[in-house]
């Protein structure tokens, strides 16, 4: 039967996101946001929940990128075949924008998990020959544009796939905004019960809206002036709701999902703290993150966890059986996963790794936060390091096109694979996307994690790591303040998150205990210790990927935000 039919009989969860990672075939992802959606959809699969996706067609992609030998990034387009991977709705809306009717059509991606469920994927289209040109790019680039441009995004995402939803005649349970770009759609949801007292109309929204922030800053929040929101949404809603509800000076996606969900988390414990400073008085939750544990454990590890911890990947609980597991195959499985690796560096860039030689790897968006040249502090000191027995490093990671300081540091570890090149062998590969990340995420021994706290809101790719025997090596922020025991599962770089450190001294330290540890914990560690390594190596797979995983983490939305009375 047709899953539309199926889900008509149902109360379902709809889970709006600007960016889905389903396919690397489908390029409308720009990272971590993007991967966790494609793993919620994954997961909701795999546990026959009732749920649809709801996002943009981005017919022209994030964006490939291309690295030049000096390190300059360059975006090339990314246009994409929705045809290829897509089914049309026979159905359409449309959203007033700047006065004008624009139309929208939908298209479904059907995500069959490997239990036989499925989960549909709304994509929302304006590309239509009855919109004017200037409407039908409106789903083209993802975060690409203005002000202007992103309004009318989110205008098409949120109310557009709010009515989308209604045509397709689902009986919806609750509405999920994955961070603030749909909030629009408590609007649409608040419209409809016009009439009413205030009070009860605020709870009638707040008891169908679920929502999860990711931003650990005011600067990230998606923000409007009202200027901008008059000219584009028109009278959409009186401005006396308009400012109640998502503030007094500019309209703010994040407060606004914050005032008009009934349920609303942060995507770890530390990052829960965090929001609920920057919001006094609000109920916020924590939900930590996890990965999808199917898709990112790597070939070898899959046969090995099928061998002998049958039924893991559908109840990755039973990680924490690894135990079960013998040394020697477990190493097996992981050399297994750094030569597919190897192979793939060697045929990017014709720079051949060893393995075994310890290899480090650092993959995620290119950004200042993040601080991928952390590593690079102190090259003399690092070459000091490196004397305790050899080391390889693999990086990767976009910028986005307008961040030029994510640019430049892709630039500046250009210069230092340039430097090193007698001491180290670097490489940075080009046009991140889910496919590489989970060969580098497998292949590495050491996954290396260096953001600027509290910027890190969860971060997943140690996580995934983890489901690879991959230990981790990782400032503690974000999840990882949950995940790490020292010299259990991992290491931490620099203090604790709860000992106060101006900045100076605080960054210092963190460089120090960069060095130190690897030059006397994990270097003589890897090559002189390999009973302790591969110890280390089962407590990531038995501590982390047993938790860290989003079969865990849905089952607390469900039973958090799905299904609790508010
Ligand atoms: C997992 C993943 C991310 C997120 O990485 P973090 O280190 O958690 O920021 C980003 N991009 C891709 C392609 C990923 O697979």
Redesign the pocket.
């Known amino acids: 039967m047709d899953i539309f039919e199926v889900l008509k009989k149902e109360q379902v969860v709809a889970y709006f996101s600007m960016e889905i990672?389903l396919i690397s075939e489908i390029p409308t992802?720009?990272?971590?946001l993007?991967?966790l959606a494609g793993d919620v959809i994954r997961t909701a699969g795999d546990l026959n929940i009732p749920f649809i996706g709801v996002t943009l067609i981005s017919r022209k992609g994030y964006f490939k990128q291309v690295i030049t030998e000096d390190g300059f990034q360059k975006e090339l387009p990314c246009e994409w075949d929705p045809e290829k991977f897509l089914t049309p709705l026979p159905i359409e809306v449309s959203v007033d924008i700047e006065g004008r009717k624009v139309f929208i059509k939908p298209w479904v991606y059907y995500w069959t998990a490997y239990t036989g469920y499925i989960v549909p994927v709304i994509f929302l289209d304006t590309n239509l020959p009855q919109n004017s040109e200037e409407d039908r790019i409106i789903t083209d680039h993802l975060y690409g544009g203005d002000a202007a441009y992103r309004l009318k995004q989110e205008i098409v995402l949120g109310i557009g796939g709010f009515r989308v939803l209604e045509a397709l005649n689902l009986n919806i349970r609750k509405y999920h905004i994955n961070e603030g770009h749909s909030a629009l759609l408590t609007l649409e949801l608040l419209k409809k019960t016009d009439g009413r007292p205030i009070e009860e109309r605020l709870e009638t929204v707040r008891e169908k809206c679920v929502f999860t922030t990711h931003t650990p800053v005011e600067a990230g929040h998606d923000k409007f002036s009202y200027d901008l929101v008059k000219k584009i949404l028109g009278d959409f809603i009186s401005y006396d709701l308009l400012t109640k509800f998502g503030g007094e000076r500019e309209l703010n996606m994040t407060l606004l999902a914050l005032n008009l969900s009934g349920y609303v988390n942060g995507v770890a414990k530390r990052h829960q703290e965090i929001s609920s400073t920057m919001f006094p008085g609000r109920k916020i939750s924590a939900i930590t993150n996890g990965?999808h544990s199917f898709t990112?454990t790597s070939g070898s590890f899959r046969k090995l966890y099928d061998e002998y911890i049958p039924g893991w990947a559908n109840e990755p609980e039973l990680l924490a059986r690894v135990e079960i597991i013998p040394d020697e195959k477990l190493w097996e499985a992981h050399q297994q996963a750094k030569k597919e690796l190897i192979d793939l560096i060697y045929s990017q860039t014709k720079v051949k790794f060893d393995e075994n030689i310890l290899t480090l790897g650092f993959?995620?968006?290119a950004t200042a936060y993040?601080r991928p040249h952390l590593l690079f502090s102190d090259l003399n000191r690092l070459r000091r390091v490196k004397r305790k027995g050899p080391l390889q490093i693999v990086y990767a990671?976009k910028a986005h096109p307008r961040d030029e300081e994510g640019k430049r540091l892709i630039k500046e570890i250009f210069n230092y694979i340039k430097e090193l090149k007698n001491d180290i062998a670097i490489v940075y590969l080009q046009d991140?996307?889910?496919d590489?990340?989970?060969k580098i995420?497998s292949g590495v021994d050491v996954w290396l994690?260096t953001p600027q706290r509290p910027l890190?809101a969860?971060?997943?790719?140690?996580m995934?790591a983890a489901h690879n025997g991959v230990i981790n090596f990782s400032v503690l922020d974000g999840w990882w303040i949950e995940g790490c025991l020292e010299g259990v599962t991992g290491w931490s770089i620099g203090p604790s998150p709860k000992e106060e450190r101006s900045i100076e001294n605080h960054l210092q330290e963190e460089i120090d205990d960069l060095y130190n540890k690897l030059e006397y914990i994990i270097i003589p560690m890897y090559y002189n210790q390999p009973d302790n390594w591969i110890r280390m190596m089962k407590n990531s797979i038995g501590n982390i990927a047993s938790y860290f995983n989003t079969h865990r983490m849905m089952k607390r939305y469900i039973t958090d935000a799905y299904f609790r009375r508010i």
């Open positions: 990672a992802y720009s990272g971590g993007g991967v990965v990112w993959a995620r968006r993040k990671g991140y996307n889910i590489m990340a989970k995420v994690n890190e969860s971060g997943t790719s140690g995934k």
